[in-house]
């Protein structure tokens, strides 16, 4: 028999105490505290000694000069975009988990990528919160072959690992983790000990089996991950997939990824059959008007590892009411507040009793900073109803002083723009590249007073 172990879990945030106490010291929470019973040594059953340790069994303490540097071989998707944002595919062992908002597409996503898997390589899918005729009819509409993938529906963990342990699939899928549950924790599916003893289980298990786990998780209202935040530091690779209600395009993002680069970006048009990965993102982002308008502009962002072409739109208007708006839609509303002040202390516009607005089309989210000058290149135009060249694109930061700062990989965002046909360039000036590039005119700036005055003789 194993020995029963106590201990006391905040069903908020997941943190752990040795008793009972009326409020979590570590989310501020009340009455979240509770009893959860857990299993301290393993014992016959499904519980065996071999899950003993988290990454397999015990080795050797080795220096790190002695460790193999062989390349870890990489299994693909089918899915180029998909294996983009994973760092070039899949890893044996490796744990990955995909978020997204419901009706966003992520069991379809998986479903088309482990059809197409499951015929060089045996696969699982396992289902908990969809019966598996359900799972069956979307297969058939997305047009996928079903022939040799293995389905189960199951929201038990204990009897999830016994099917795995006999059909050995190189390949798992638990569709979701917040219907699973494991036994020796007496809390409901769903709750922070259930999703976190669940996905421990199964991640130890795919550790240990070299087995590949895709583990589907919900989101909360504004878009993280529900659960416990231990659960993103257990898996390997956390993968969000993005995408408004009114839009036919959704967006595979990289949270985290033990196995590539972060923040890689995946782009796919939802169909009738299914997920489709669009090869070229920046001309979806690119469907201008055949006129140019007042307050719009082209920008190249660095999504990941390759640069990607989206137009931002502002407005400036008169405020209706006593209080001005700042409104921001794809960016950082502190971010544009900041680049306003900084467009009136050094670049001698007023702004202060009109409206602002800014969109970036197409449902893209910019983080980086490279989007300043083109915002703020954008804000100016509408402000001065005067359109800026269709052919322009403009990218740089700028600083609290009026400098425009250089951004990561200039002349690549330059190669880029060259290459869908756009002709100049307002750029910092550190990013001007060496040779002259053919049919671009990059007109290098290094003060926003600069800026100002160079989109003025356009």
């Not at 935040?229 to 257990?234: A, G, S, T």
């Amino acid at each position: 028999m194993a020995k029963a172990k106590t201990a006391f879990v905040c069903t908020e945030c997941g943190a752990d105490y040795s008793k009972w106490q009326g409020q979590c010291t570590a989310c501020q929470a009340w009455n979240t505290i509770k009893e959860v019973r857990g299993v301290s040594a393993p014992g016959k059953g499904a519980r065996s000694a071999r899950f003993e340790g988290y990454a397999g069994s015990l080795s050797q303490v080795k220096s790190l000069d002695e460790v193999s540097l062989a390349e870890q071989a990489r299994i693909s998707t089918g899915i180029q975009e998909f294996d983009r944002v994973l760092g070039g595919g899949l890893v044996e062992g490796s744990a990955v988990l995909m978020g997204g908002h419901p009706g966003a597409g992520k069991s379809t996503l998986l479903l088309q990528a482990v059809c197409n898997l499951a015929a060089r390589t045996p696969a699982l899918y396992v289902t908990g919160e969809e019966s598996l005729q359900q799972v069956a009819m979307r297969a058939k509409r997305l047009g996928v072959p079903t022939k040799d993938l293995k389905m189960l529906s199951e929201t038990s963990v204990e009897r999830l690992i016994q099917v795995a342990e006999a059909e050995q699939p190189k390949i798992l899928v638990v569709d979701s983790i917040q219907v699973m549950h494991v036994a020796d924790t007496e809390s409901a599916p769903g709750s922070v000990s259930q999703v976190r003893e669940s996905a421990a289980y199964l991640t130890r298990f795919a550790k240990q089996t070299g087995t590949i786990l895709f583990l589907v998780g919900h989101v909360t209202k504004d878009g993280s991950l529900a659960g416990p935040k231990v659960l993103e530091h257990m898996i390997d690779c956390s993968i969000l997939l993005e995408g408004s209600s009114d839009s036919r395009y959704r967006t595979l993002r990289g949270i985290k990824n033990r196995f590539g680069a972060v923040n890689e970006l995946g782009v796919f048009a939802m169909l009738e059959q299914g997920l489709k990965e669009v090869k070229n993102p920046s001309a979806i982002f690119l469907n201008r008007g055949e006129e140019a308008a007042p307050g719009s502009v082209v920008m190249v962002v660095w999504e990941g590892t390759r640069p990607m072409l989206v137009e931002i739109q502002a407005l400036v208007d008169m405020a209706q009411g006593s209080y001005p708006r700042r409104v921001a839609v794809g960016t950082d509303q502190n971010r544009l507040a900041m680049l306003l002040a900084v467009l009136h202390r050094h670049g001698g516009m007023h702004v202060a009793d009109q409206d602002v607005f800014v969109n970036v089309v197409g449902g893209v989210k910019v983080a980086e900073t490279s989007a300043d000058l083109a915002l703020l290149a954008a804000i100016v135009s509408s402000f001065r109803d005067r359109a800026l060249p269709q052919d322009l694109v403009i990218f740089g930061e700028v600083g609290l002083s009026g400098e425009i700062r250089p951004v990561p990989s200039g002349q690549e965002r330059i190669y880029e723009a060259a290459k869908h046909g756009f002709t100049r360039a307002l750029v910092p000036k550190a990013n001007v590249p060496r040779k002259p590039v053919e049919g671009m005119n990059v007109i290098p700036v290094t003060k926003l007073s600069e800026a100002l005055d160079a989109l003025q003789d356009l």
